[in-house]
């Protein structure tokens, strides 16, 4: 669709003002020849204004440039067109507004060849000239054959017709010259060098017409008065229509898609180009025809020379051009021939197979390196079929892959490039793999040209990559992925009701890093796996699931003591004889867990499960098995949600400290009181037997502890400061003790309390001084040279040697409640209770009796001498406002 771009300028504004100019000349009575004259003279002032209004509103510098010498190259033919009716009178041949004419035309080529987007160089510039010459010589053999050359004898001699038809020659070579350049289908010049071209061949012809008329004086055609101002007419609307061969601007949105420079647009370009290229072959056909058939009717006019030398002259620049097309063929075919060589070398040097083959598989040439990749000669190759060497389960694909490009060959579609992956036979009797590149060769003859490498070191690397991926390092077996995928497989089934998971933990393995360092641990662990899997079934999966825990899958277990006896089978193999690490015995025990599969459970509930009952008998104390309940779940995460209460509760302040009374039962005076957490969550209260485990578990206690300690300090030290002698006396766990900085604290809420450290009393239980003994009893050492009191909690019932009391120097042992509640009525817990009592005071040790609630059993400790006690028979726990009802009188009256 054409569109105007300015609608001051329209077209029909541009056509009125020619055919005004035209009317008038008539209207006056003027001859046809000046009424052409006339109309031209008007047509291409009206192009000349057109092409300068253009030019003042273009931005591209090349294209203005072009359009100024088109503006130019007008207005000059301008200029000597409406002077030429004068200059005809003149006694010169060849008169000065002829001149200008052709001055006007050859700026016209000019600037029709800078309209060209892209102009020729090197040999496509030789090939442009001749094609240019071929052309012009045949139109002028053409011309010369049906009328210049009837004309020669009316025109007044060589010398007169020589100077006569030296403009419409000279025209027709300005016209040829700039044709290859600006022909869209070659190198694409765009609606306004097209146009321009056909002005020139306008020009041509209206100087043809007009040199006629000069020689033979008969009256000038209609076709050579009119063709020019209407091709002024056609041109000078041209600048002002929408382009549309150039590219789309981004900043013009309303351009019409342009044509790239160089691309044909399918198989309708390539037709296109084919045909432009093939247009000086079309015109030497017609010229040789022409003179052929007026050579057959008589003879050919005028003298015999001329196109005796214009035929030679073509055909010598066909040859010329034959030759040269000859050489750059043969130049080209060494090129190929060297990239095809250059290109063997490379795939070979690279340890790539380079072959030649058909569509069939046969084999036509084989590179060198097929006997340094695979050991085969080349020789013995050629003429094969590669199928011989290829994988019965990959022939059919490859079969495929070439027909596929055997018909696109047939097809014209160039066959494209093939990947192909297979396996061959190497001579040794190896499959190897082997990745190939198939592409159509450049000779045709429906050859393909296959590059293949040998990708076994890959093959083997992904494998071990791979392997690296759902494989453990350090054991061999299965990782944790490989687990959860094989799980998630095996739940998959239909009809799979009997699946179980086996954890298993390995007891304290965590000390034996400690003890031998993390490469014996690895080996310790490379010696469980291999026991393990001696232990396992072949149809089940054994895995290291993470640390010291591994994981067995049995996709088969029967009833659910087959997982039973397998869990027991595990601890048996860990526990039957100790590991030999670093030059010395290791025992080790295991802690098992067993979950079954049901219909609603998935992968991830199943190991989950596993994981839970395997927590659980670890808990509880291995070596033991455990198999998966419900409440087991509900407990863990009743437990989570009670460790998040937790923290909230610190955050919240809803601890509180509860004292019990310690009492000398010789004086009825309370002369310690041990310091109780309590815990009340939204208004009711939660045993601490609920909560300190998780407590301890989570890591809680030590904030927990630390913020007891510190409230306590600050208490007793407030009733200290009322002269009243009462020590504090806390429980520790483990976890407080281990914890760095723990001997710090202690010293810090002394310091900030003011409470004497001989005034603190801190308890720990006999386990404590049994389980990592040896840094236990560093931090307590520690604690006793800040000056604070120590006492054995729940003394006689763990597994403490009289040997710690000595190695540590304890200041009072506190007699299990256990003990306290039989006395009086079980004669073995009194006899046992009264040996503690004398082994307390033979150490010089204040002994403390717990859980005192009858009165007969405070009778008997103090018959037996025991020193100190607390239960409720001598006061229940109390909040600090108790303990004050408790502070002697005196001591009230004074505060």
């Given at each position: 669709m054409i569109?105007?771009?300015?609608?001051?300028?329209?077209?029909?504004?541009?056509?009125?003002?020619?055919?005004?100019?035209?009317?008038?000349?008539?209207?006056?009575?003027?001859?046809?020849?000046?009424?052409?004259?006339?109309?031209?003279?008007?047509?291409?002032?009206?192009?000349?204004?057109?092409?300068?209004?253009?030019?003042?509103?273009?931005?591209?510098?090349?294209?203005?440039?072009?359009?100024?010498?088109?503006?130019?190259?007008?207005?000059?033919?301008?200029?000597?067109?409406?002077?030429?009716?004068?200059?005809?009178?003149?006694?010169?041949?060849?008169?000065?507004?002829?001149?200008?004419?052709?001055?006007?035309?050859?700026?016209?080529?000019?600037?029709?060849?800078?309209?060209?987007?892209?102009?020729?160089?090197?040999?496509?510039?030789?090939?442009?000239?001749?094609?240019?010459?071929?052309?012009?010589?045949?139109?002028?053999?053409?011309?010369?054959?049906?009328?210049?050359?009837?004309?020669?004898?009316?025109?007044?001699?060589?010398?007169?017709?020589?100077?006569?038809?030296?403009?419409?020659?000279?025209?027709?070579?300005?016209?040829?010259?700039?044709?290859?350049?600006?022909?869209?289908?070659?190198?694409?010049?765009?609606?306004?060098?097209?146009?321009?071209?056909?002005?020139?061949?306008a020009l041509t012809a209206t100087e043809t017409a007009g040199a006629l008329t000069r020689m033979t004086g008969d009256d000038p055609s209609p076709f050579g008065l009119w063709l020019a101002p209407v091709a002024f007419l056609l041109f000078a609307a041209v600048p002002w229509c929408r382009r549309t061969a150039r590219a789309p601007d981004a900043s013009d949105p309303g351009d019409d898609a342009g044509v790239d420079a160089g691309t044909d647009a399918g198989a309708g370009g390539q037709a296109a180009s084919s045909l432009i290229a093939a247009v000086p072959l079309i015109l030497v056909l017609v010229a040789t025809v022409a003179l052929v058939l007026r050579l057959l009717g008589g003879g050919v006019a005028g003298p015999p020379a001329v196109p005796a030398l214009v035929a030679t002259s073509v055909v010598a620049v066909l040859v010329v051009r034959l030759f040269v097309m000859l050489a750059d063929a043969g130049r080209m075919r060494r090129l190929v021939d060297l990239g095809e060589r250059q290109l063997q070398d490379l795939a070979e040097s690279t340890g790539d197979v380079v072959l030649l083959c058909d569509h069939a598989g046969v084999v036509r040439e084989i590179g060198e390196g097929v006997e340094v990749t695979y050991g085969y000669r080349p020789e013995d190759m050629v003429g094969g079929?590669?199928?011989?060497?290829?994988?019965?389960?990959?022939?059919?694909?490859?079969?495929?892959?070439?027909?596929?490009m055997s018909l696109a060959d047939e097809q014209a579609e160039g066959g494209g490039t093939c990947m192909i992956g297979c396996r061959v036979r190497a001579a040794d009797g190896t499959w190897r793999p082997t990745e190939s590149v198939a592409t159509r060769h450049s000779r045709g003859e429906n050859l393909l040209l296959v590059t293949t490498r040998d990708v076994s070191g890959q093959e083997a690397l992904r494998n071990q990559v791979a392997h690296l991926t759902f494989h453990d390092g350090v054991t061999g077996l299965p990782n944790r992925a490989y687990f959860e995928e094989r799980t998630r497989e095996v739940l998959a089934r239909p009809g799979v009701n009997s699946v179980a998971v086996v954890f298993l933990d390995l007891d304290g393995f965590t000390a034996v890093n400690d003890s031998v360092g993390h490469a014996s641990g690895d080996y310790l662990l490379g010696q469980a796996a291999r026991r393990l899997r001696a232990a396992v079934r072949a149809d089940d999966t054994l895995a290291r699931w993470g640390g010291d825990e591994f994981a067995v899958l049995l996709e088969v277990a029967g009833d659910a003591q087959t997982a039973v006896d397998l869990a027991e089978r595990l601890v048996r193999a860990v526990s039957a004889e100790p590991f030999r690490v670093a030059d010395r015995d290791i025992a080790m025990t295991a802690s098992v867990g067993v979950a079954f599969a049901d219909e609603e459970v998935s992968s991830a509930?199943?190991?989950?499960?596993?994981?839970?009952?395997?927590?659980?008998?670890?808990?509880?104390?291995?070596?033991?098995?455990?198999?998966?309940?419900?409440?087991?779940?509900?407990?863990?995460?009743?437990?989570l949600e009670l460790a998040a209460d937790l923290q909230r509760a610190l955050l919240e302040d809803q601890f509180a400290i509860?004292?019990?009374?310690?009492?000398?039962?010789?004086?009825?005076?309370?002369?310690?009181?041990?310091?109780?957490?309590?815990?009340?969550?939204?208004?009711?209260?939660?045993?601490?037997?609920?909560?300190?485990?998780?407590?301890?578990?989570?890591?809680?206690?030590?904030?927990?502890?630390?913020?007891?300690?510190?409230?306590?300090?600050?208490?007793?030290?407030?009733?200290?400061?009322?002269?009243?002698?009462i020590g504090l006396s806390l429980n520790l766990s483990a976890r407080q003790i281990m914890a760095p900085r723990f001997v710090e604290t202690v010293e810090s809420a002394l310091a900030e309390s003011g409470l004497p450290p001989s005034a603190l009393t801190l308890e720990v239980i006999e386990?404590?001084?049994?389980?990592?003994?040896?840094?236990?009893?560093?931090?307590?050492?520690?604690?006793?040279?800040?000056?604070?009191?120590?006492?054995?909690?729940?003394?006689?019932?763990?597994?403490?040697?009289?040997?710690?009391?000595?190695?540590?120097?304890?200041?009072?042992?506190?007699?299990?409640?256990s003990f306290v509640s039989g006395l009086g009525a079980d004669e073995t817990l009194t006899l046992l209770t009264r040996t503690i009592v004398r082994l307390g005071h033979d150490l010089g040790l204040i002994v403390v009796a717990e859980g005192i609630e009858r009165p007969e059993q405070l009778d008997l400790l103090r018959e037996m001498g025991c020193t100190r006690g607390q239960g409720f028979l001598v006061a229940r726990p109390m909040d600090a406002r108790g303990i004050d009802d408790l502070m002697p009188a005196g001591l009230h009256s004074a505060v």
């Open positions: 569109r105007w771009r300015d609608p001051r300028v329209p077209p029909a504004a541009v056509a009125g003002i020619g055919v005004a100019g035209l009317a008038a000349a008539l209207a006056d009575g003027a001859s046809a020849a000046v009424a052409g004259t006339v109309a031209g003279v008007a047509a291409a002032a009206v192009a000349v204004v057109s092409l300068i209004m253009a030019v003042l509103r273009i931005a591209d510098r090349r294209e203005a440039r072009a359009w100024r010498w088109l503006a130019g190259g007008a207005a000059t033919w301008l200029a000597g067109a409406g002077v030429r009716p004068i200059a005809d009178g003149t006694p010169f041949a060849v008169s000065f507004a002829d001149l200008m004419v052709l001055a006007g035309t050859a700026m016209l080529a000019i600037g029709t060849g800078l309209c060209a987007v892209r102009p020729a160089y090197g040999r496509a510039s030789l090939r442009d000239a001749s094609d240019a010459y071929v052309s012009a010589a045949s139109i002028f053999l053409v011309g010369w054959v049906t009328l210049l050359g009837p004309a020669y004898h009316d025109s007044g001699g060589p010398a007169v017709f020589a100077v006569t038809l030296a403009s419409p020659v000279l025209c027709l070579a300005f016209t040829c010259a700039v044709g290859p350049a600006v022909l869209p289908a070659r190198r694409s010049a765009g609606p306004v060098g097209l146009a321009a071209l056909g002005l020139l061949a079929s590669i199928f011989d060497y290829i994988h019965p389960e990959d022939v059919p694909g490859i079969q495929m892959a070439l027909r596929a509930d199943l190991i989950r499960n596993a994981d839970v009952a395997m927590a659980r008998a670890k808990d509880i104390g291995g070596p033991r098995v455990e198999v998966f309940a419900a409440h087991m779940h509900a407990d863990v995460v009743r437990r509860e004292y019990q009374p310690m009492m000398d039962l010789a004086t009825s005076r309370v002369t310690a009181v041990e310091a109780l957490v309590r815990w009340w969550r939204d208004g009711a209260f939660v045993p601490p037997e609920r909560f300190l485990g998780p407590a301890e578990d989570t890591g809680l206690i030590v904030p927990l502890g630390e913020w007891i300690l510190r409230r306590a300090c600050r208490e007793v030290a407030a009733w200290r400061a009322s002269s009243w002698d386990e404590m001084l049994v389980e990592d003994a040896e840094e236990t009893l560093t931090r307590l050492s520690e604690l006793r040279e800040l000056g604070v009191r120590l006492a054995i909690d729940d003394f006689g019932t763990g597994y403490a040697s009289l040997a710690l009391l000595r190695q540590l120097p304890v200041d009072m042992i506190k007699v299990d409640p």
